[in-house]
């Protein structure tokens, strides 16, 4: 089991005890600890998953970090899959060193709007403050925006990543 560290413990208790306007809160995007917060098995789940491993698992990191290093400076479409957030961050945000650590997280998933999987990267379109999902009976407001999305529960969703080939032909 994963255990969260004490800065990260700190800032996710200072994010959820912060009386912030639910506006604000919402339109920023969130780390999976604070998903963890309520949605306690799911996360679970995805900790276990391949997409929580996405761009730290060594089978990725080995070939990505050579590539980094025989081409600095590049940035590889590879990235845009295996850490999403770094595309939807403005540059310098300091949260994308927690992002890339969650790879595929809870935060991209459930703020895509759109995906074109044929198209250029980036393929999703994103909406952050609302979160999208597969369930049409937990609509309107909580702690975040929820709204039923079709494209959610078919592969379509999946594709903008899923069926994508490199020019070495990798998956």
Known sequence: MRRTSPIAGAALFALLFTPWPAPLLAQTWQS????????????RTWQGSQHASAFTDPAFRLP???????NPGKTFTCEH?????????????????????EGVTCDFCHSVSAVDATGPFPRY??????????????????????????????????????????EHGVL
């Open 64 to 70: 990505y970090d050579r590539l980094r290093r025989e």
């Open 125 to 166: 379109r994103t909406k952050p403050g609302v979160k999208f999902g597969p369930h049409p009976d937990h609509p309107g407001k909580g702690l975040h925006i929820r709204k039923f999305s079709r494209l959610h529960i078919t592969s379509e969703f999946c594709a903008g990543c899923h069926e994508f080939r490199n």
């Open 32 to 43: 999976a600890a604070v998903c963890a917060v309520c949605h306690v098995e799911i996360h």
């Open 81 to 101: 899959c295996h850490n999403p957030m770094r595309f939807l961050l403005p540059p310098g945000d300091p949260r994308a060193a927690i992002f890339s650590r």
